[in-house]
């Protein structure tokens, strides 16, 4: 089981690549869903991902 932490929200990266990251999630809705729901609960799998927001597993695995 691949469990996605919740560090997702924190960088060390400058402040214009966690821009980038902004945009990137702006311009594909299924990626901001994700990480959404990654920083609303806890212990989340990608099988989690694909049975509740019906992303791909592929599709999930790519993302994480």
Sequence with gaps: MIEIAHSLARSDH???QQLQTVA???ETPAL??????????????V???VAN????????????
């Excluded at 901001?32 to 799998?45: H, I, K, M």
């Excluded at 927001?53 to 994480?64: C, E, R």
């Design 14 to 16: 400058p402040p214009i």
């Design 24 to 26: 990137d999630r702006l």
């Design 32 to 45: 901001a869903r994700l990480y959404a729901y990654v920083l609303r609960n806890d212990s989340v799998t």
């Design 47 to 49: 099988a989690d991902i």
């Design 53 to 64: 927001l019906g992303i791909p597993q592929g599709t999930a695995y790519g993302y994480v």
